[in-house]
C-alpha cells in the first residue's frame, strides 16, 4: 500500500507553498534520488525510494498537488499519499475487481463533491489561487482563479461567444453554457485509473491531485439531480 511520499517540484510561479521544507528533508531526499533512482522501480514520474515511500519530480508537476493531497486527507476519508515534505528545485527538476472497486470509488467521489466551497460560485485551485492543467494552453503556467462559472467557461471557449458567422454547432454549446444552471464542489480534475492505486479488491490511494480545484462546475440543477 503507498501510504507515504515525498513531493519535489520544479521551480515555477504558484500560490502554493512549500512543505516540511527544512534543509535536512530536502538533502536527504536529493541524495537518496541520486543515488537509488538507477536501481529502484519507476513509474512515470514517480521514484518508488521503497515499498511505502516514493519521490513524484518533473517539469510537469506542481505543489498544488502536494496541497490537494494535505487538503484531502484533512477533510475526507479518501486515501491519499502522506506527504512528507514538497518543494522546488531549480535547475535540476526533482520530484516525486470491478464492481466493488466502482462503489469505493463512487463512495469516494459522494464524499468528495459534499465539501463546501469557501466561495460559493468561484472556479479556484484548492488555495484559493491559479488552477493547473497541462491539457490546456498555458496549462503549466496557471490559469484563473474565475469568478463564476460562466467565466471560467469563456475561459474553455477562448472567448468565443454565440454570433450568426458562427457555426452552429459553437452557437449551440454557447447557448447551452449560457442558459445553464451549475452547482460546485470539489473536484480532483483528472481522475482516471491511471491514478487510482488498487491493492486486491481495495482502492488503497488516489494521486496526481496537481489539477484539483476547490470549485468546479459538476451538474445543471435544471437537468440532473444533484445527488448524482
Known amino acids: 500500500m503507498l501510504n507515504t511520499t515525498l513531493n519535489l517540484m520544479p521551480e515555477q510561479q504558484s500560490h502554493n507553498g512549500p512543505i516540511k521544507d527544512s534543509w535536512v528533508r530536502r538533502h536527504l531526499t536529493l541524495v537518496a534520488v541520486a543515488t537509488l533512482k538507477r536501481f529502484r522501480p519507476q513509474a512515470s514520474s514517480v521514484l518508488f525510494l521503497t515499498r ?38 531549480k535547475g535540476n527538476y526533482i520530484h516525486k475487481s470491478r464492481a ?6 463512487k463512495t469516494y467521489l459522494d464524499e468528495m463533491r459534499s465539501l463546501k466551497p469557501p466561495n460559493l460560485g468561484v472556479v479556484e485551485g484548492v488555495d484559493g489561487g491559479k488552477l493547473y492543467d497541462m491539457r490546456l494552453s498555458d496549462g503549466l503556467k496557471g490559469f484563473g482563479p474565475f469568478n463564476s462559472v460562466r467565466d471560467f ?14 457555426i452552429p454547432e ?4 454557447v447557448e447551452k453554457h449560457e442558459k445553464a444552471q451549475f452547482s460546485t464542489c470539489f473536484t480532483h480534475g483528472d481522475l482516471n485509473s491511471m491514478n487510482v492505486l488498487v491493492k486486491g ?6 494521486i496526481d491531485w496537481d489539477t484539483s480545484r476547490t470549485t468546479e462546475p459538476i451538474c445543471n440543477l435544471a437537468d440532473h439531480d444533484p445527488r448524482e
Open 52 to 89: 511505502g515511500i516514493c519521490v513524484k519530480y518533473g517539469p510537469f508537476q506542481h505543489l498544488s498537488d502536494a496541497a490537494a493531497m494535505q487538503f484531502i486527507a484533512s477533510y475526507t476519508s479518501i486515501p491519499v499519499p502522506k506527504v512528507y515534505c514538497a518543494f522546488e528545485r
Open 153 to 166: 467557461h469563456l475561459f474553455l471557449r477562448g472567448g468565443i461567444s454565440a454570433s450568426p458567422e458562427q
Open 201 to 206: 479488491d481495495n482502492i488503497v490511494g488516489i
Open 170 to 173: 459553437v452557437n449551440e454549446l
Open 100 to 105: 466493488q472497486l466502482l462503489k469505493q470509488l
